[in-house]
């Protein structure tokens, strides 16, 4: 059988662009198997380390890497480099040099792409991006997981982003065009995701049969199997806050918006959420938010990446018979 899993042993993952489409399916598949039965994983990474090394504050993405590993039998080091930016005490090839001796993996939050790629390329162990000021990798798969179990069809989902065109809309998009479904971006003109992240979208949705739409028209949610939205100012980008702010009020997320999407639209926000700026209450509140869901699922998909990592043994006999009872 094909492995699909195993293609990903010890590669980085700083980009959806980073996985084909059957590798993001075996980890949704894998992510499933996970969180049914964890005890059948007990001990999977036993012997394994993750460094967490983060420029940026965090709850979720923290919490769900740490326990996440730990449930799996692997330790953890966390690295908080929030008054400190990485690569001031010394290289960013020195740092990326010693930590590959130590640890199996890093996920790393950071500031700036272009620092993470210059990592990733003196690391000799594979590097996650846990967010970047371009890309929210692990957010972006674990929200298309958390709608395939809503019922949808990955190649069918469709998915709307309505706000700011931030790293989480880029990874969506990325994610999306991967594996062939529609996503309508609903932004101010000026808020769209940059030229580079689109072509390079629209070259994927080509191959996979994908649809990327880029308006600033609300009504273009209707039919979508989510809403999702971010804040308006995300973190490093305070000083335009009071700019991006009154650009951005038109596009909350209301009962309004929700309504124009339909009663099969769920809504999605990947948290922390800014109450009542981007997203109201009742939207956030009702029973069509999914947000806790996204949350729950952070750790299960991550997880399966760090099995598909590290142990692409046990990544692929979990697929094989994930796949086997699929047939049945
Ligand atoms: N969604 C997300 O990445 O949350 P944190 O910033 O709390 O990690
Ligand atoms: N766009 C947000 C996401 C936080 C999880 C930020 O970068 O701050």
């Not at 049914?36 to 380390?49: E, H, P, R």
């Not at 769209?192 to 996979?208: H, K, T, V, Y």
């Not at 700019?243 to 309004?256: H, I, M, N, W, Y």
Request: glycine fraction near 6%; hydrophobic fraction near 45%; charge should be neutral.
């Amino acid at each position: 059988m094909h492995s699909s899993t195993r293609a990903i042993h010890s590669r980085d993952l700083l980009q959806v662009t980073d996985l084909s489409a059957t590798e993001i399916l075996g980890l949704f598949a894998l992510a499933a198997d996970l969180k049914q039965d964890y005890a059948a994983f007990a001990g999977t990474l036993a012997q394994k380390s993750l460094v967490l090394l983060f420029e940026k504050p965090s709850l979720r993405t923290r919490v769900t890497f740490d326990l996440g590993f730990q449930k799996l039998g692997g330790a953890v080091a966390f690295l908080d480099h929030q008054g400190s930016p990485i690569g001031e005490r010394e290289t960013v090839e020195d740092y990326a040099g010693n930590l590959s001796r130590w640890a199996d993996a890093i996920a790393i939050r950071c500031r700036s792409h272009a620092m993470l790629e210059r990592f990733a390329r003196a690391s000799s162990v594979p590097i996650i991006n846990a967010l970047s000021d371009l890309h929210h990798p692990c957010q972006a798969l674990a929200d298309l997981f958390t709608l395939t179990e809503s019922g949808v069809a990955p190649e069918r989902i469709h998915l709307a982003w309505v706000g700011d065109g931030n790293n989480v809309c880029n990874s969506l998009i990325e994610t999306v065009a991967t594996l062939g479904g529609q996503m309508t971006v609903v932004t101010p003109p000026q808020y769209r995701p940059p030229a580079a992240i689109l072509r390079s979208a629209e070259g994927r949705a080509f191959r996979s049969g994908a649809r990327i739409v880029c308006t600033d028209d609300l009504g273009a949610v209707a039919g979508a199997h989510g809403i999702y939205t971010d804040v308006w100012v995300s973190m490093g980008e305070e000083a335009r806050a009071a700019e991006k702010r009154t650009a951005l009020e038109p596009f909350r997320v209301d009962a309004a918006l929700m309504s124009r999407a339909g009663a099969q639209a769920k809504f999605m926000h990947c948290l922390p959420a800014r109450r009542g700026e981007e997203v109201t209450d009742e939207v956030i509140d009702s029973r069509a938010s999914i947000v806790l869901d996204q949350a729950e699922n952070r750790m299960h998909l991550q997880n399966a990446l760090l099995v598909a990592l590290l142990r692409p043994d046990i990544a692929q006999s979990a697929r094989a018979k994930s796949s086997l009872q699929g047939s049945r």
